[in-house]
C-alpha cells in the first residue's frame, strides 16, 4: 500500500513540475512585457508560480522517489532509479538556486528598469541565461520520466554474475 502511495505521490508531483515549467515558459512567451510595469507584474506572476507549483511539486517528486527506493528494495539495484535519482537532485538544485534566482534577479531588474537604472537589453541578457536554464530542467524532466517508464537495464551490479555468456577461459 505504501508503495502504491508513493508512486501516486511520485507521478502527481512529476505532474505538477512538468505543468509549472510549462505555465513558467507560456508566461515568459505570452505575457507582456512592454513597459517596466508590464514587466514587474510578469515577475510577479513567475514568481508565484515557482513559489506554489513548480518548487512544491519538484519536492514532492524528488521526497517519493527517494523514499520509493528507501521502501522499496528492489529499487536499490537497478541503475534507471539511481540515474533518476541523481538527475532529481539536479533539478532541484537547478530549479532552486538558478530559476528561482533568476527570477529573483529579473524582478529586481524590472524594479530598477521602471526606475531607469537599468537598460532593457540587460534585462533581456537575463532571460536568455533564465531559458538555458528552464530547458536543461525540461530536458532533465523529460529524461526523468522516460527513464520511470522504460526502465532500461544498466550494467548488472556488482554482486551478481551475467548468465547470459559463459565464463571467459583462463
Known amino acids: 500500500m505504501l508503495r502504491k502511495a508513493l508512486k501516486c505521490l511520485h507521478t502527481l508531483g512529476a505532474c505538477g513540475l512538468i505543468g509549472g515549467l510549462g505555465c513558467y515558459m507560456i508566461l515568459l512567451v505570452f505575457a507582456p512585457q512592454d513597459t517596466p510595469a508590464a514587466y514587474a507584474?510578469?515577475?510577479?506572476?513567475?514568481?508565484?508560480?515557482?513559489?506554489?507549483?513548480?518548487?512544491?511539486?519538484?519536492?514532492?517528486a524528488l521526497v517519493s522517489g527517494l523514499?520509493?527506493?528507501?521502501?522499496?528494495?528492489?529499487?536499490?539495484d537497478k541503475g534507471w532509479a539511481w540515474a533518476k535519482a541523481v538527475m532529481g537532485i539536479l533539478m532541484?538544485?537547478?530549479?532552486?538556486?538558478?530559476?528561482?534566482?533568476?527570477?529573483?534577479h529579473a524582478a529586481a531588474l524590472a524594479?530598477?528598469?521602471?526606475?531607469?537604472?537599468v537598460q532593457r537589453a540587460t534585462i533581456d541578457a537575463a532571460m536568455r541565461h533564465e531559458w538555458w536554464t528552464?530547458?536543461?530542467?525540461?530536458?532533465?524532466?523529460v529524461a526523468n520520466v522516460v527513464l520511470g517508464v522504460w526502465r532500461p537495464?544498466?550494467?548488472?551490479?556488482?554482486g551478481r554474475a551475467?548468465?547470459?555468456?559463459?565464463p571467459e577461459p583462463v
Open 111 to 117: 524594479r530598477k528598469m521602471e526606475t531607469g537604472e
Open 67 to 76: 523514499l520509493s527506493m528507501a521502501f522499496h528494495m528492489p529499487f536499490m
Open 153 to 158: 537495464k544498466f550494467a548488472a551490479s556488482p
Open 41 to 60: 507584474d510578469l515577475r510577479a506572476s513567475i514568481a508565484l508560480v515557482s513559489d506554489y507549483v513548480l518548487i512544491p511539486s519538484l519536492a514532492v
Open 92 to 104: 532541484f538544485k537547478g530549479v532552486l538556486t538558478v530559476v528561482g534566482a533568476k527570477a529573483d
Open 162 to 166: 551475467s548468465t547470459s555468456e559463459p
Open 134 to 141: 528552464l530547458w536543461i530542467v525540461v530536458a532533465l524532466s
